[in-house]
């Protein structure tokens, strides 16, 4: 959420000028690697959120589609609150967890019906054993 937040604060960026401001925005509590930002680029836009073309010197330049604009327009206020109060630990879940929905989706697409059954089991369980679920599918 965070690289949608920066898309539509500062328009049109490249992968690196996004690790450079991400690392900035958190005050070094996140200092992404390209092995991380590019996956969740890719990530964001085979979902719709981000668009890419390339600009004159051949890099990928990302920008916010109207699909990111709305995601990330339900989650602008927190996220400027948490960049404001800067709460390292909390961004670094929330990265975590972004890593985590990226890797999940990309292995979902190569399970089959029995293993994404078991998967979905497996974090119901996850959730329960935080505590986490009132009002949240079950």
Known sequence: MLVLYLLLRDGDLHGYEIMKKIKKETKGAISPS???IYPA???LASRGFVSVRVDDMGRK???LTERGREII???KG???EMLRNNPSEVIEVLEEIHALIVSVMSAWRNMDEASKKAFVED???LRRSLGVGIGVGG
Do not use: D, V
């Open 41 to 43: 680029l890719r990530e």
């Open 61 to 63: 330049i990302y920008s």
């Open 34 to 36: 390209p092995g991380n």
């Open 78 to 80: 927190f996220i400027e």
């Open 123 to 125: 974090l119901k369980r």
């Open 73 to 75: 327009m339900e989650k």
